[in-house]
């Protein structure tokens, strides 16, 4: 082989490995929105575009306590207002506000800011999990801590016209929207396989995701690793 080709050979080769590949999810950017919060939209649309790369395993949860101000919002969920508010017990701030993106279970800021979320990404998660969809299985690797692992199952895309509230005569487009979280099983550190159960098995879900959390349901944790297909 001569010079050119090998060198050719070996760019191709590091650029393969320095490609995460869809196993390899790095982040979770959950993002606490409403369809009846007017400062909310930017957010979803930030969410939509942290939701096409395949480092990011992006999240939305409709929280239900802007209801109040005319338009129920059709994805909305009272556990999911309540996981945000355990978020904020646990940094201890009490700080619970809409769009609100949280990052890897930790730090916070608003969602509609692609520069601030990003600066929040710091270390990888650190847990290597992998779902085998043909065994409908999913094995985590060995690490520190413990932890639960979740089934989170979601709807790919959903576009929905808003009929009153802040929003009122507004079509807005919501991508990953959280329907509901399983527990598959505990963690603790060592080498392990779950069964994955029927991804999307929550009504109205069409995808899922599995991700590795710290802490109980009651005070959510950092998370530890995550996975998609």
Known sequence: MSAHRSAAALIVALTFLAAPSKAETRHVVELFTSQGCSSCPPADAVLEDLASRPDVLALGFHVDYWDRLGWKDTLGDPAYSARQRAYAVRRGDGRVYTPQ????????????????????????????????????????????????????????????????????????????????????????????????????????????????????PGAPGPILGAATF
């Open 101 to 216: 993106a949280v990052v890897d279970g930790g730090g916070h800021t608003v969602g509609s800011s692609p520069g601030a979320i990003s600066r929040l990404m710091g270390s990888p998660l650190a847990v290597d999990i992998r779902i085998d969809a043909k065994a409908g299985t999913v094995a985590v690797g060995k690490g520190r801590g413990s932890g639960t692992l979740w089934r989170v199952d979601f709807t790919r895309s959903s576009d929905v016209a808003i009929h009153r509230g802040e929003n009122r005569g507004r079509t807005v487009s919501y991508a990953h929207a959280v329907r509901g979280m399983t527990a598959l099983g505990r963690w603790d550190g060592r080498a392990a396989r779950f069964d994955l159960g029927r991804c999307g098995a929550a009504k109205g879900a069409d995808d899922c995701a599995v991700i590795l959390q710290a802490g109980s």
